[in-house]
């Protein structure tokens, strides 16, 4: 049972390239997230999927987009990387939005 | 949302008990509060989560007092292995719980 699978684990970009943060799971969860974490700070939510098929802002969505393809698949999309975009991305789910949150082990992107 | 307030950091030594205290002074009548715990380039792991009195799960117990405007997280004889930063969270539901800047636990031999 893998959990919350993250690919790439690391990735360099230069400002302007796209890039797409894959996210899946396979514990049959509803809901999923993606937090974005800087050095020596908590994680921040980005984008938040309920249930497949939906998707809602977190608090610092601007320069991001999302898709839930699917029940186990939730993807965040790097249109235009800036510098300020730098940090270590998390991907989470739960059973639903009331119960605990299972992470991966995060993307580590650099943009320069 | 409710703001939480907690320790920076806290050093124990190894087969002490550790009590980590949160403040959350505008905490909601509906929200819960979530202690999750992150180990150096890992996501977080949840540990305990309760509303009101006292919780205790097979790693730690959470005490909180009737008002509800703190609470303490307590890890009973602690190892090398839980040094880590500890999270306190507060929120309805997980789309509006903030992971504050946590409290460093380091664990001496």
């Known amino acids: 049972n893998a959990g919350v699978t993250q690919t790439p684990k690391f990735q360099v970009l230069k400002t302007g390239q796209s890039m797409t943060l894959q996210c899946a799971q396979d514990?049959?969860?509803?809901?999923m997230y993606w937090y974005r974490q800087d050095p020596g700070m908590g994680l921040r939510l980005i984008y938040y999927s309920a249930s497949e098929g939906t998707t809602d802002k977190g608090e610092v969505p601007n320069g991001y987009n999302v898709s839930r393809l699917n029940k186990r698949e939730f993807s965040l999309r790097l249109e235009s990387a800036a510098p300020s975009q730098t940090s270590v991305y998390f991907c989470?789910?739960?059973?639903?939005?009331?119960?605990?949150?299972?992470f991966g082990q995060g993307t580590r992107l650099t943009v320069v | 949302l409710a703001k939480t307030t907690q320790p920076i950091s806290m050093d124990s030594y190894e087969g002490q008990e550790v009590n980590i205290t949160c403040s959350h002074n505008?905490?909601?009548?509906?929200?819960?509060i979530t202690w999750y715990q992150q180990f150096p380039s890992q996501g977080p792991r949840f540990i305990i989560q309760?509303?009101?009195t006292k919780v205790t799960n097979e790693v730690a117990s959470l005490f909180i007092p009737a008002d509800r405007k703190s609470s303490t997280l307590s890890l009973p004889r602690v190892s090398l292995s839980d040094t880590a930063v500890y999270y306190c969270l507060v929120g309805f539901n997980n789309n509006d719980m903030r992971f504050g800047a946590g409290t460093r636990l380091t664990v001496k031999p």
């Open positions: 989470a789910s739960s059973p639903d939005s009331y119960t605990e949150a299972f």
């Open positions: 309760g509303y009101k």
């Open positions: 514990m049959n969860h509803n809901s």
């Open positions: 505008n905490i909601a009548t509906n929200d819960y």
